[in-house]
Structure formats: C-alpha cells, structure tokens
C-alpha cells in the first residue's frame, strides 16, 4: 500500500477557520490523506459552533485528542470513546486505537492523567489485550496530550530541547501513564503537546523491544512535541509525515535503525511491563545456577532436582501459616522461582531486593517465627549451611555477614525467619563492625556483643543478653571457619 501523507498540528485551541486555512495553503502543493491534532483542539466553542451547524466546513478530514477543555464542548459518549463530531471532524477519543485509511492511530489523554494509574482497570484492560497478543507489532502514530515520563533519559543536554530547562528540570516532568503506553503500543511516531514553554522538540529516535518478552525486533520509535498552533513566537507547530501502513511495510526497511537512534529510554519507569519481568527472571535463573552448582558439593541438590526425586509429596508444606506468608512454599505469594536448594529443615533462595549479587536467604521450612524456636535438628542445620556458605564465599575473596531483622508486626503467625545472608569483599571486612556502630548511634540502638557458636546461641537469646521483647537484630560475620 502506498504512503499516506498526514498533517499533525499542535495545539489549535478553537482556531479552526484558521486551521483550515493553513491546510488549503499547503495541500496546493501536496496531497494530505488528512490531519491528527494534539492538546487542545476545541477551545472557548465559538469557531466550533459554526462547523457543528454546517454554516462552514472542514476540507481535510481531521482527527482530534480531546482535551479536558475539550470535553464540556462534546457529547460524553463520543468524549469517552470516539466519534465523529460533525463533517470531516472525528474525536479519538479518551483511549482507543482507530485505523484511517489503513493508518493505525492510538489516542491517549485522560482528565488529571497525573491521577491515572496503568493499573486502573480500563487501562489495563486495554494494555493487556495489546501485551498479550502475539501478532501486534504497535502502531503508526500515537497521539497524546502529555509527554511520556523519562522521554529525554538517556540523552545528552545538547540533544534536549532549546528551552533553558535542565535535564534535571524535565526528567520529573510528564506522565507515567503515557510512558506505559508508548511503551505497549510501540508507535512509529508519538505527536505530543504540553512541553515546557511550548517549544518545538523532535527527539531522536529510540529502539523498541527491551519491553517484551518475545524477542522480537521492532521498529524505532520518534517522538515529535508541537508547539501550539499559530503562536506569536514562531515556534513550529506543525509537521507533516508520509507513512505506508505498517502491516504492509518492508520488514527490513521497518526495522532500519537511524544511525542517531538511541536505547530504548523508559526501562527505569515502566516497572511492570513483561520484558522487566523476564530480565529480573533471567538474572534470578543466572545466580541461582552460580548458586546451586557450588552447593552440590554438600550432597544437597538443588530445588529443581530435589522436587523430582524427593519422595514426599510436599516438602515444605510442613508449618505453613496459610496464603499471605512470603515464605511457607504452600502459599500462592511466595515465588518459587527464587530457590536454589531445599535441605530437611531450611531451604535457600534469592534475595528478592538484593543488596548485591551475593545476597541470599536462609528460610526455614516450617513456619518458624525466629531462631528461639528452632528445634536442635534446625539449629545443626543452619551452622551447616552457615559454614557452607562461609567456605564457598571464601573461595570468591569474599566475607559474609549473617543478620536476622526480627520485629513483631500486627499478625505475628504471618512472621516467618528469613536470615540474610550478605557476602562483600573481604578488604571491606573490617570496617564491617565500625559500619553497623555507625548506623545504630544514628537510631540509638546499642549493641551487647557476645561469642555466639553453636552450642549457645539459644541460650544467650533466652538469657536475655539480645532484648527481643521488641525488636531482634542480630549479626554475626563469618569468616572461614
């Protein structure tokens, strides 16, 4: 299919006869398909009454993102969700996706989209039935009334816009709504309004892909912000494109990468998309392999191996306080994917939010609240681990401090022991304890150190050496025994 020529405008704010005006101007020398404006289309009403009556006549057909100015002048329903609003003037409305002449256009704005969450529901019904299809490729424009939050990150000053803002200054603006919809919709251009000091900006181009999960090549994204239209200062407003429908594009021409293309820049703000996903899953799986490779030498297999050949049917069901606790293996919150190994009376995993690429946890199998009420057998268990894991971080130069956080919180059965277990290098290992005094003189908490080993750790605990009518804090570091 051959290429349409489309004109976008900026802000036209009521300035239809105007508008058109220009259009007649510059269609004499092209052939405009027809126009898509940004930001506030409508105005104060007045120019639009006489269009709504018929008295005048729109000669391109035109395509707006209604603004929350916009809205009071319209029907809700075609507001909401798209319409034609009298001859040749067509609302996109709030959120949709509208094929012109072959054309893919997805529309994006939202009154107060600052409060508008990609987790609402209409949102996210919306990016879900795009994110979960597998033949979508994105879209050819997307129209929106913000900028996408983090549009600039990445980019050097001199390749920001020429307003006086630092990039400091730009990187808390936009909205993260639009960044998660740039993100799903994967536009070929993404028009856009409401810059600081209304300037005129074309960013260069970013890749697509990093935000899925298919591994799959995409096209490359440009981000094009209009300034309003007809402004005093000159500033451009608008841009014309020409743009074959996407489904009939060369793939190689489709994903041809300017030589000025930049890494695709919303990684950091759009937490939740699929690709984040497998990335974290994918890092989890490479330190569970480190992991699990150096602990066969103990005879103790990993998750993996163990659930197949292990005889119960559930080991780590035992003593599971019911579905909200983290860490009972029964409940559906917890994620299984983090193990690394399962021994009788404790297993091993990740650390969710690590502090470093060596942070893991040991975690009783039952529902143990802390380390006073461990049976002999679990006790034995954890020094072993705890040696084992001491020998392998030696083996790396590295020194691990072991320290359980245990504070009663409101549903004390929802408490279950997870002892960290942090390994640094070992240069920094004696500094640890002048470290860990540092911090508590900054929350007033004392430290009562006692020679712990295996024999007495229970014992000094219930002496009451550690107050733990309130709070327990307790770290020990390990070094090659």
């Not at 005048?56 to 319409?83: M, Q, R, V, W």
């Not at 989209?113 to 050819?140: I, M, R, T």
């Not at 703000?269 to 699990?292: G, I």
Request: hydrophobic residues 35%; aromatic residues 10%; glycine residues 6%.
């Amino acid at each position: 299919m051959e290429a349409k020529q489309i004109l976008v405008f900026g802000d036209v704010q009521g300035k239809l006869d105007e508008l058109y005006k220009k259009i007649g101007v510059v269609n004499k020398k092209n052939s405009f398909a027809f126009a898509v404006c940004v930001g506030k289309f409508l105005g104060d009403g007045k120019s639009f009454e006489s269009y709504v009556s018929g008295e005048k006549k729109a000669s391109l057909p035109t395509y707006f993102c209604s603004s929350t100015e916009d809205e009071g002048l319209l029907d809700p329903h075609i507001a909401n969700f798209g319409g034609e609003v009298c001859h040749n003037i067509i609302c996109l409305g709030r959120l949709s996706v509208t094929t012109v002449q072959g054309i893919t256009i997805a529309a994006c704005n939202f009154t107060n989209a600052s409060n508008v969450k990609a987790s609402d529901p209409e949102v996210s019904q919306f990016l879900n039935k795009y994110e979960s299809h597998s033949g979508f490729s994105g879209v050819d424009l997307l129209v929106t009334n913000e900028w996408p939050k983090g549009v600039l990150r990445g980019l050097k000053q001199e390749q920001c816009p020429d307003s006086g803002l630092s990039m400091l200054e730009y990187d808390t603006f936009g909205s993260s709504l639009v960044t998660h919809i740039a993100a799903t919709m994967v536009p070929r251009y993404h028009f856009s309004t409401a810059a600081p000091k209304q300037v005129f900006y074309k960013r260069a181009p970013y890749e697509n892909g990093r935000q899925f999960a298919d591994g799959r090549t995409y096209h490359v994204t440009r981000f094009i912000s209009l300034a309003t239209a007809f402004n005093t200062q000159k500033k451009q407003f608008m841009f014309g494109i020409a743009i074959a429908p996407l489904p009939s594009m060369d793939l190689k021409e489709l994903h041809d990468k300017p030589t000025d293309t930049t890494p695709f820049p919303y990684k950091e703000h759009v937490v939740q998309d699929s690709a984040t996903k497998k990335q974290k899953l994918d890092e989890d799986q490479r330190m569970l392999e480190r992991y699990a490779a150096s602990l066969l030498d103990s005879g103790v297999k990993p998750a993996y191996a163990q659930r197949k050949t292990n005889g119960r049917k559930n080991p780590l069901t035992s003593g599971a306080r019911g579905d909200e606790c983290w860490f009972c293996m029964s409940s559906s919150v917890c994620e299984v994917h983090m193990i690394i190994t399962i021994d009788t009376h404790f297993y091993l995993a990740l650390a969710k939010g690590p502090i470093n690429t060596s942070h893991i946890l040991l975690i009783p199998v039952k529902h143990t609240a802390n380390v006073l009420q461990l049976s002999k057998g679990a006790l034995d268990e954890l020094w072993k681990w705890k040696n084992i894991l001491t020998k392998y971080f030696e083996s790396l130069d590295e020194v691990v401090v072991f320290y359980e956080h245990n504070q009663p919180g409101r549903n004390a059965q929802l408490q279950h022991l997870h002892i960290q277990a942090v390994a640094m290098p070992k240069l920094h290992g004696k500094k640890i304890r002048e470290y860990f005094e540092h911090e508590a003189s900054n929350f007033g908490i004392s430290w009562n150190e006692e020679d712990i080993h295996e024999g007495n750790v229970q014992s000094k605990l219930r002496a009451g050496i550690f107050s733990f009518s309130f709070l327990l804090l307790f770290v020990s570091v390990r070094c090659n025994p």
